[in-house]
C-alpha cells in the first residue's frame, strides 16, 4: 500500500504560479511512477503530467506542456507539480497517483492503484 496526500492548493490569479505537492507514505516511493491528473467539475478526470521512478522521464498533457514541471525527491517521498502562467481553465481538483510501470499508458487513469485525496486549484480571472 502507498498512501498519498496532496497540498498546495489554493486560489490564484491568472498568470500566477503554485507548487502542488504529493507525500508518501508505505512502500517505497521510489519504485513508483508518479502521475498528476485533475478534474473539474462536470468534467471528466484527465491527464496532466507523469514522470518515471527516477525521475529520468517525463510526459505532459498538451494542455499544460511549457507551463506546468513534474519532479520528484526520492529521499524526501515527495511528488511536486509547478504550475506557472496558470489559467482559469487550471481550474479543478487535482490529484496524485502512483503505479508501477512508466510507459505509453501513463495518461490512462485506470492503470494507477493509489491516489490521494485530491486539493483544490482555483485560478480567477
Known amino acids: 500500500q502507498v498512501q498519498l496526500v496532496e497540498s498546495g492548493g489554493g486560489l490564484v490569479q491568472a498568470g500566477g504560479s503554485l507548487r502542488l505537492s504529493c507525500a508518501a507514505s508505505?512502500?517505497?516511493?521510489?519504485?513508483?511512477?508518479m502521475g498528476w491528473f485533475r478534474q473539474a467539475p462536470g468534467k471528466e478526470r484527465e491527464f496532466v503530467a507523469a514522470?518515471?521512478?527516477?525521475?529520468?522521464?517525463?510526459s505532459y498533457a498538451d494542455s499544460v506542456q511549457g507551463r506546468f514541471t513534474i519532479s520528484r525527491d526520492n529521499v524526501e517521498n515527495t511528488g511536486f507539480l509547478q504550475m506557472n502562467s496558470l489559467k482559469p481553465e487550471d481550474t479543478a481538483v487535482y490529484y496524485c497517483?502512483?503505479?508501477?510501470?512508466?510507459?505509453?499508458?501513463?495518461?490512462?487513469?485506470?492503470?494507477?492503484?493509489?491516489w490521494g485525496q485530491g486539493t483544490q486549484v482555483t485560478v480567477s480571472s
Open positions: 497517483a502512483a503505479r508501477r510501470a512508466y510507459g505509453d499508458s501513463v495518461g490512462n487513469f485506470e492503470g494507477y492503484d493509489y
Open positions: 508505505g512502500r517505497t516511493f521510489s519504485r513508483y511512477t
Open positions: 514522470i518515471s521512478r527516477s525521475g529520468g522521464d517525463t
